[in-house]
């Protein structure tokens, strides 16, 4: 991976070697941590983080989901991405990630959580697109799942938790060991729901069509692109989705942070649409949007220079 100097943890900056955990760290053993993908795009004025401020707020509502004590409140964990960003030297030319974690240390053992000392840290580094930079343009092989998206009930599907990240993790592995390159997950009524990492479109006679938050995380990427899908006069309905409307789409894409626009070539060895114009349409939209070049959308943006 592509180190950076330094990482924020708990109010310092400590270098990137030493930021360490006891390997009796409770979020090891029982999987309670929460955390944020975020990034950070190189624009005319330097690095601009997309989208810091819903971003910061989900990560607080996924520690009150899961009952774990923030010490940092959204002001400073605001400032605690500006001032890692800057701290950092980076090329400028590929966009960075941002990650930040609330987790549980060292010093209590046992299924209960809530003596465990709880530790926040930001790190980032400069990442290229997650499903590699050809999917952009190429597109992707996608599989259905056998593994459901884990219920809201069961496993408190709103809250970005490490835990949750098993179903995602599983049905990764899956999808790859049967040469895909991601999977599509059902909800456990049969609906579609979401990739591991990403939420899903489809378009049909120019609507796009996307799931809503039953079961998913409320991914800030399929909002956005959303919002700038109505802005250009795009029909949006946001609905429950069966597998076979995904077979028969014009077009099919998943959206993320860490993946931003993903074209799906074919889910289950059915080919979905030929030239894909929307997707390519959003695409370029979307960049323009993260990179500070749509005035339209200036809000979404936190530049980092002083
Ligand atoms: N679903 C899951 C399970 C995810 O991990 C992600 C990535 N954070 C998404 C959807 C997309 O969310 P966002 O657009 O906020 O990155």
């Given at each position: 991976m592509n ?12 270098a ?18 929460v955390?944020?993908?975020v990034?950070?795009?190189?624009t005319k ?15 607080l ?8 004590d923030?010490p ?19 090329s ?9 974690l609330?987790?549980?240390g060292?010093?209590?053992m ?15 580094w400069e ?5 590699g930079e ?8 996608v ?32 999808a ?21 990492g ?6 049909k ?7 809503p938050w039953?079961?998913t995380l ?7 692109v959303?919002?700038?899908a109505r802005?250009e006069?795009?029909e ?12 028969s789409?014009?077009?099919a894409?998943?959206?993320?942070t860490?993946a ?8 289950d060895?059915?080919?979905?649409g ?19 070049e ?5 809000d ?7």
């Amino acid at each position: 991976m592509n180190e950076s100097q330094w990482i924020w943890k708990d109010g310092d900056l400590v270098a990137w070697k030493d930021a360490t955990t006891h390997v009796l760290s409770h979020t090891l053993h029982y999987g309670n941590s929460v955390f944020e993908g975020v990034r950070a795009y190189p624009t005319k004025r330097g690095l601009a983080i997309f989208r810091l401020e819903a971003h910061t707020k989900r990560l607080l509502d996924s520690a009150k989901i899961v009952a774990i004590d923030c010490p940092f409140g959204y002001e400073e964990l605001c400032k605690a991405q500006i001032d890692i960003l800057r701290a950092n030297a980076f090329s400028g030319k590929e966009s960075v990630y941002l990650r930040p974690l609330i987790y549980l240390g060292y010093g209590s053992m046992g299924i209960a959580h809530w003596n465990a000392p709880v530790h926040t840290i930001v790190a980032c580094w400069e990442w290229g697109n997650y499903l590699g930079e050809e999917s952009l343009s190429k597109g992707i092989k996608v599989k259905t799942s056998s593994f459901r998206r884990n219920s809201a009930n069961s496993s408190l599907s709103k809250a970005k938790v490490a835990a949750n990240y098993l179903n995602s993790q599983m049905a990764r592995y899956e999808a790859h060991k049967c040469g895909f390159q991601e999977c599509l997950l059902l909800d456990e009524n049969g609906m579609v729901a979401e990739g591991s990492g990403e939420c899903v479109f489809i378009v049909k006679d120019k609507t796009l069509i996307t799931p809503p938050w039953d079961n998913t995380l409320k991914s800030i990427t399929q909002e956005s692109v959303i919002a700038l899908a109505r802005i250009e006069g795009i029909e949006v309905v946001q609905r429950h989705i069966t597998r076979d409307e995904v077979y028969s789409a014009d077009e099919a894409f998943f959206v993320g942070t860490a993946a931003e626009i993903v074209p799906i070539n074919e889910l289950d060895f059915r080919k979905i649409g030929e030239s894909k114009p929307l997707t390519h349409f959003l695409q370029e939209k979307f960049f323009s949007m993260v990179r500070g070049e749509d005035e339209r959308f200036c809000d979404y943006l936190t530049y980092i220079k002083e």
